[in-house]
């Protein structure tokens, strides 16, 4: 699995959010509403993460293909671990018992194959929006971005490393049409439901890359200063933020 190696250096964090509004369900927005940013792109960004109530806050920390939320607080007790994960076999805690979204890659052992190591999985690669925490909590046409919208943003905007009202994160400006958001760099909750990584942002896509992995984005400052900004797949049940989009 491919993972972040940026790291960042020099820099004090504020925590993000808040902490006591777990599960935060936000009411259905319209195409009409101020938080969607038009950056001249094939879809419109949210202001906002997913459970946030400003864009500085981090909102709430999903696995892929769950839509119930988690704050920053690790004293929920959540572990985002396979043994709690929405789509893993009953009894069971490997990944390789996923049971739904499952796609022809390199681990053979998955209960995807059979014993010839032929495919017998679903071959579902994107969420449907019964599973796109974005589309259950926020109702409307909202959902989670694709990776390929999510290289889109990375490829049409000039990225910098900014704090906004105390936290650090990443303002993405249009190359387009000069309009731009922020993105809180949150860290993930990893297993155990640790909080780790922050400092550096990470965000989910709707795509799957292999069965393990999600696919996503992720940024940093690799100086303070300079930002890295790329696409990359993390473990399924690793908890991270989550930016909709909505069509024009």
């Known amino acids: 699995m491919v993972l972040i190696l940026a790291m960042i250096v020099g820099i ?21 509403d101020s938080r969607a940013v038009d950056l001249g792109l094939s879809v419109n960004w949210a202001k906002m993460n997913v459970g946030a109530n400003a864009p500085e806050d981090c909102g709430l920390f999903f696995a892929w293909g769950e839509t119930k939320g988690y704050t920053s607080n690790i004293s929920d007790d959540h572990q985002f671990d396979y043994a709690e994960y929405k789509w893993m076999t009953a009894g069971q805690s490997s990944p ?21 190591q032929r495919f017998i999985g679903d071959g579902k690669k994107v969420l449907e929006l019964a599973d796109d925490a974005a589309a259950a909590n926020w109702g409307g046409s909202w959902r989670m971005p694709t ?7 990375i490829s049409n905007c000039t990225a910098e490393w900014t704090r906004q009202n105390g936290t650090y994160g990443c303002k993405l400006t249009s190359k387009k049409n000069g309009n731009s958001i922020f993105l809180p760099a949150s860290g993930i909750r990893a297993s155990g439901g640790v909080l780790t990584w922050e400092g550096i942002g990470v965000y989910w896509s709707s795509s799957l890359k292999t069965t393990l992995g999600g696919c996503g984005f992720n940024f940093s400052a690799n100086d303070g200063t300079s930002m890295y900004i790329s696409t990359n797949d993390y473990s399924r049940n690793t908890g991270i933020n989550i930016r909709p989009v909505m069509k024009k």
């Not at 808040?18 to 009409?32: A, L, M």
């Not at 053979?108 to 194959?113: E, K, N, P, Q, S």
């Open 12 to 32: 004090g964090f504020v925590s993000c959010g808040d902490d006591d509004n777990e599960n935060t369900v936000n009411e259905p927005y319209t195409p009409s």
């Open 96 to 116: 390789y018992w996923i049971n739904k979204y499952q796609v022809a890659d390199q681990w053979t052992d998955g209960c995807w194959f059979d014993s010839n």
């Open 147 to 153: 990776i390929e919208e999510c290289q889109e943003l």
